[in-house]
């Protein structure tokens, strides 16, 4: 009888392993989201994004708005993205234009309509935070 309890407690044991990390991964996905994005993927958007701002020359941003970090996903993949809104411009002529900083195997930075649809969508899940003062600051001159 104990060396059926012995074995069965062998058996079991990797079974108890799975729905121990299961169980462990489950709630720590949660957190994240409830929490914040990966600093990592954050650093890499934030980064992206000002670079391609100060790349593309033309009516530099002056202000930024509701920039925050979403992760969408389809089919089982899925694409970290920042999204908001950048005014160029002065005085009346200052208008605020959508944005989208996707991470692909590098990154995309879409303005306009296709930023608005894509970030629309309701396939993305949005992380906490306001990361607009954050990019403000790495276009500033």
Excluded at 93 to 107: E, V
Aim: glycine share 10%; charged share 20%; with cysteine.
């Amino acid at each position: 009888m104990k060396q059926l309890i012995s074995s069965l407690r062998v058996a079991l044991m990797p079974v108890a392993l799975v729905i121990a990390v299961s169980t462990a991964f489950a709630a720590g996905d949660k957190a994240d989201t409830r929490t914040g994005a990966d600093p990592a993927i954050v650093e890499f958007l934030l980064a992206s994004s000002a670079k391609d701002f100060k790349a593309s020359g033309a009516n530099p941003p002056t202000g930024i708005r509701a920039a925050r970090i979403g992760f969408y996903s389809e089919s089982g993949r899925g694409n970290y993205v920042l999204c908001g809104s950048f005014k160029a411009g002065v005085g009346s002529q200052a208008k605020w234009t959508p944005f989208a900083t996707i991470k692909t195997l590098d990154y995309e930075q879409w303005l306009g309509g296709n930023a608005r649809a894509y970030c629309g969508q309701r396939a993305i899940k949005w992380f906490a935070g306001d990361h607009s003062a954050a990019l403000a600051k790495r276009l500033a001159p």
